[in-house]
């Protein structure tokens, strides 16, 4: 689909325009297409922007060089998350990498969610080192897949709040803004567009009932009606996101843990449990939080918690069923909550020892 969208802009043609990018896709790709629906471009216009040079390419060297970047991206994002670890863990790091089951299934597919993964280590690796123009980019890329990207986004957003840091979020928003009015200079209507197009996707039938889905909240509702109906998942999703929020309401406010690591991978659990359209190869942002508390979690309990998250999806691969891998890789996006759960439970803790 990326592809597909990079391909026409360089040839003239309007991203949002579907009927425009399907007649075309069925002449560079023919018979390929002819038991497929050709899904909307759902993204705002500065995510096809930044990749238009596929568009030059022919579809087997850009689905190459899309490959290489998904590796420089997850490449640089573990590079971020790892810096300043010792040799010995930074090698384990590379290890869990190669051994997360979603990475693979992200680069088999060629999916868009390692932009997200840069950006949370972009955020991570800024706020820790007070690099504000660093916060701004890992910020931008959130945007790159609203609908999970929005939640973390807004999480980082309310750690901000609480912790009054009001010029970095000033320079956030003046930056978005910006980049929406630009946006609209080139062209006035992508926003309208833009909504006219998730109103359209929200129609396809492979959404209102998405079999593919792999999210918490739409598994659950597939295994109490027998259905996986989106439009239900979603009340589900608000759900579980208030709950969610709630709990993590509770440990900044009795300064149990106020740390951005908490915020940002908590969100990220939440997103994944919560938003309806989530599939398999979204749960690799499951390996930032993961490859964290490997590097900082000492007790056996926790250590257990992640042991279950890098192994049990694998079972569902090994035994080759979809519905399997997607029940269990939201099984492992709970066993990483407990674990992020269990190490605040600890610092209270040492808090009160000390």
Known sequence: MLYNTAYGLVRGIYIYDYAAQSSMAHQVFGDLLQDITLPYYVYPPWFVYSFFFLGFFSPDYAAR???WCNIAMIGTALHLIANGWGF???????LSTLSWSS???LLIVGQFIAPLMLGIALIMFAITHNQLLLLVAG???????P?????????????????????????IIFTHISIGII??????????????????????????????????????????????DTATALYVGIGIALVGSFIWWLIFQSRLDTTIEVTVYWSSVLALLSIPYVNNYDYAMLLLPFLWLTNTAKHT????????????PW?????SDRPIVAVLLASSACSMAFALLFEVYLNRLKAHSM
């Open 65 to 67: 060089f899309w490959f």
């Open 88 to 94: 010995r863990s930074k090698l384990y790091a590379i």
């Open 103 to 105: 990475i693979w299934m």
């Open 139 to 145: 910020m931008f890329l959130l945007t790159y897949k």
């Open 147 to 171: 609908h999970l990207g929005g939640f973390i986004f807004l999480s980082v957003v309310g750690w901000l709040l609480f912790k009054r840091y009001y010029k970095p979020l000033k320079v």
């Open 183 to 228: 946006c609209l200079i080139i062209n006035p209507l992508w926003l309208s567009d833009y909504i006219r197009t998730l109103i359209g996707f929200r129609e396809q039938t492979t959404f209102t009932t998405c079999d593919d889905c792999s999210s918490g909240a739409t598994l659950l509702v597939s295994a109490m009606t027998g259905k996986a």
């Open 301 to 312: 309990v926790t250590k257990i918690f992640l042991t279950i998250s890098l192994v049990v």
């Open 315 to 319: 079972i569902g691969v090994v035994l």
